[in-house]
């Protein structure tokens, strides 16, 4: 059974700087079926990227994902004041499983 | 556009069940598998399982397994999942997702709003 771990745990940044979260798997992740998803307080998450690196409908470009294999990282190039919430990577395979998550926060 | 309806907040006490429904609008609700993701009190997602609305067939996860019931109303595009013997630790909201079309692995791109189903004696 596959594990994601995501990390750091908490990233403390300020706006407009750079973001880089890792999600890592304990073994390698087929077909690249990885998602990230961001989730504010009291709302649902919302899908940012699938396929380890192309952006959902309607989401900024400043977020990115990359990687392959058991390393991903998604990347917020410039952060905005809205970007600040929890972010979950996700392996879509025959039984969905998410990391544990990365909560950014404001410095 | 695509919507995903959930029930209103349920309070249960251990051992009994509980059956939240997930109305789908906005596409053909027979294209597009509906999963069930749950989240404890400041805790991650956790996935449950997920039904195909063609056929009713349906795939739980292990740790549900003899608990979870999914189920679906083709008549009026809804989706249900029961969870019984209910105990403190099943406390969490409880979300419907969908998937692309006719794929039943699939990442999420639309979510419901969440239902959070409470367990206390």
């Known amino acids: 059974e596959i594990v994601l771990t995501q990390s750091p745990g908490t990233l403390s940044l300020s706006p407009g700087e750079r973001a880089p979260l890792s999600c890592r798997a304990s073994?390698?992740?087929?077909?690249?079926?990885l998602a990230w998803y961001q989730q504010k307080p009291g709302q649902a998450p919302r899908l940012l990227i699938f396929?380890?690196?192309s952006r959902a409908t309607g989401i900024p470009d400043r977020f990115s994902g990359s990687g392959s294999g058991t390393d991903f990282t998604l990347t917020i190039s410039r952060l905005e004041p809205e970007d600040f919430a929890v972010y979950y990577c996700?392996?879509?395979?025959?039984?969905?499983?998410f990391g544990q998550g990365t909560k950014l926060e404001i410095k | 556009q695509v919507q995903l309806v959930q029930s209103g907040a349920e309070v249960k006490k251990p051992g009994a069940s509980v059956k939240v429904s997930c109305k789908a609008s906005?596409?053909?609700?027979?294209?597009?598998?509906i999963h069930w993701v749950r989240q404890a009190p400041g805790q991650g997602l956790e996935w449950m399982g997920v039904?195909?609305?063609?056929?009713?067939?349906?795939d739980y996860a292990q740790e549900f397994q003899g608990r979870v019931t999914m189920t679906r109303d083709t008549s009026t595009g809804t989706v249900y999942m029961e969870l019984s013997s209910l105990r403190s630790e099943d406390t969490a909201v409880y979300y419907c997702?969908?998937?692309?079309?006719?794929?039943?692995?699939?990442?999420?791109?639309?979510w419901g709003q969440g239902t959070l189903v409470t367990v206390s004696s």
């Open positions: 997702a969908r998937g692309v079309p006719a794929a039943i692995v699939s990442y999420f791109q639309y």
């Open positions: 906005g596409y053909t609700f027979t294209t597009h598998y």
């Open positions: 039904i195909n609305p063609t056929d009713g067939g349906t």
């Open positions: 073994q390698s992740v087929s077909s690249n079926y």
């Open positions: 396929g380890a690196s």
């Open positions: 996700q392996h879509y395979g025959s039984s969905p499983l």
